[in-house]
């Protein structure tokens, strides 16, 4: 095995937003700093590459008061985010893109309120390709420009398979090339930023769905959870069962490259109903698409789900952000199924008509009673208001779940530093981005966004790792 002689300050596993962040930031406060990525590519897949590039914080727009993000981070996760990460992440998002905006990363303002920082130009909508010379590709060309001009560096074609603590203040890191050469690389503290474990379908499968292979991969497929399984090793406490960040999708999408990642059907699930395959709602819809996502994963058939709308919820609800389904989804050429007969619609799905035409009106009549909370399960508004399905032609879509990242991973506390068994901190040892848990997720599946997320404890963690280092 070839071994670096060097012993770095700082060795971080992976390259996305979180991972660079730090090593930037890191390698401005002085310290020797080595990112290590698994991808030969030049331009790497990963999810910092083809994100959309909105900063939101729970969304809301960073520029608010702290305490205001603060509380909606509490309320989104139905309190399930740990209390110091989520006030930290709120205290830090403003400044966490400013300090983005002082290395030369550019933003743009969008519709939406939470629309006031997307990074530049902007990757709303896009298949394939297009995420190329857009905000993600450029702000990764950006990070790797400013570390090698702080005299880090980046190695390409490195995947992190091992780490040993080899004293109190040493780890060793085994690196694997595409060549299967074995490298070892010594450094004082780590740094995992791998990016979570959605597309290890064996993880997968121990709590978010015992089909993971049903399950679509919404995301650049490069993140098994690597840093994770390490980490669990040397002793770390994980949390893996908080489900994910993600959204509903046409079920062509496994078919269909124009159908990912965009455009959703949340705000049509949402508005309307999710129905399983029988024609029978199954999750309360009120809780919005991220939530409806994750329900759709875990049943027991995640291909037999439908998204149910008429006319009006089609007209008013599918385009209503730049990833709404109307048209592109029709453009895209995903199948929907149309009529003004609820019956033709269950004939063409392969549905039992009865069960669909009673869903329908037990739903109608109890949203004209305002008994939603009657139903079973329960129907909220928390996300969206509930609209009557009465007006058509009606429109049935096929969807699947799309799993972007997931939520639970290592956990941290707000200094980044990974925790132990007994949540006493590790030292030395540290995760970023979305490889960690104890933010997202809780009982409402609660999304705070995975780019803030990323950049505010990126930098917390090169920060202390600084001063820990040049403390006397
Ligand atoms: C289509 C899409 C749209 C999105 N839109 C938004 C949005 O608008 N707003 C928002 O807040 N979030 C959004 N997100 C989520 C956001 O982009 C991610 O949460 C964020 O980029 C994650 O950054 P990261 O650095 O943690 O992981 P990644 O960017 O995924 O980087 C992880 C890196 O680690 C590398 N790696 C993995 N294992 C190893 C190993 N063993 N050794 C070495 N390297 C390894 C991978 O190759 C990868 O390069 C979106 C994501 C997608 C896919």
Redesign the pocket.
């Known amino acids: 095995m070839h071994s670096t002689e060097k012993i770095y300050d700082l060795a971080i596993?992976?390259?996305?937003?979180?991972?660079m962040v730090c090593a930037v930031r890191a390698s401005q406060l002085g310290l020797s700093v080595l990112v290590?990525?698994?991808?030969k590519a030049d331009k790497?897949m990963?999810?910092?590459r083809?994100?959309?590039?909105?900063?939101?914080c729970a969304l809301q727009s960073p520029s608010k008061a702290s305490q205001v993000l603060s509380e909606k981070i509490q309320t989104d996760t139905d309190g399930f985010a740990d209390q110091d990460l989520g006030s930290t992440i709120a205290k830090h998002s403003l400044e966490s893109i400013r300090w983005l905006q002082s290395l030369g990363v550019r933003f743009i303002k969008g519709s939406q309120h939470y629309y006031e920082y997307i990074l530049s130009p902007p990757t709303l909508f896009h298949q394939n390709q297009n995420w190329m010379n857009k905000g993600?590709d450029l702000l990764l060309t950006n990070l790797e420009k400013q570390l090698t001009a702080f005299s880090g560096q980046l190695l390409r074609d490195?995947?992190?398979?091992h780490i040993e603590r080899s004293s109190k203040d040493e780890f060793h890191l085994t690196c694997k090339t595409s060549q299967d050469l074995q490298i070892l690389v010594r450094a004082n503290n780590v740094v995992l930023?791998?990016?979570?474990f959605q597309s290890n379908t064996d993880l997968l499968a121990q709590g978010i769905s015992r089909h993971p292979e049903k399950v679509f991969q919404?995301?650049?497929r490069?993140?098994?959870g690597?840093?994770m399984q390490m980490a669990l090793q040397l002793g770390a406490c994980v949390n893996t069962y908080e489900g994910f960040?993600g959204h509903l999708l046409s079920r062509d999408a496994f078919t269909n490259e124009h159908l990912w990642?965009n455009p959703w059907l949340d705000a049509i699930a949402s508005a309307g109903l999710l129905l399983n395959e029988h024609g029978e709602r199954f999750a309360n819809e009120g809780l919005g698409g991220i939530f409806l996502a994750n329900q759709v994963a875990k049943l027991d058939n995640p291909l037999g789900a439908y998204a149910l709308a008429d006319e009006t919820i089609w007209h008013e609800r599918g385009n209503l952000n730049m990833q709404g389904p109307n048209p592109k989804l029709i453009d895209a050429g995903a199948t929907v199924y149309q009529s003004d007969r609820l019956e033709d619609l269950a004939q063409r799905a392969g549905m039992d008509a009865t069960r669909l035409v009673n869903t329908v009106s037990e739903y109608n009549t109890q949203l004209q009673n305002k008994a939603l909370g009657t139903l079973q399960p329960e129907r909220t508004e928390d996300k969206s208001p509930a609209y009557p399905i009465v007006t058509s032609p009606f429109y049935l879509f096929p969807v699947c779940a799309g799993v972007?990242?997931t939520m639970g991973g290592i956990l941290t506390n707000a200094n980044a530093q990974v925790l132990q068994a007994d949540h006493s901190p590790m030292s030395g040892l540290f995760a970023v981005?979305?490889?960690t848990g104890g933010l997202e997720g809780g009982r409402k599946t609660g999304y705070v966004?995975?780019?803030?997320k990323?950049t505010v404890m990126g930098l917390q963690a090169a920060q202390f790792i600084s001063e820990q280092r040049h403390a006397p």
């Open positions: 596993v992976g390259a996305g937003i979180a991972g290590l990525e698994k991808s790497y990963c999810n910092t083809l994100t959309s590039g909105v900063f939101h993600g490195r995947q992190v398979m930023a791998d990016g979570g919404r995301n650049a490069a993140s098994m690597d840093g960040y990642p972007t990242y981005g979305a490889c966004g995975g780019l803030i990323s």
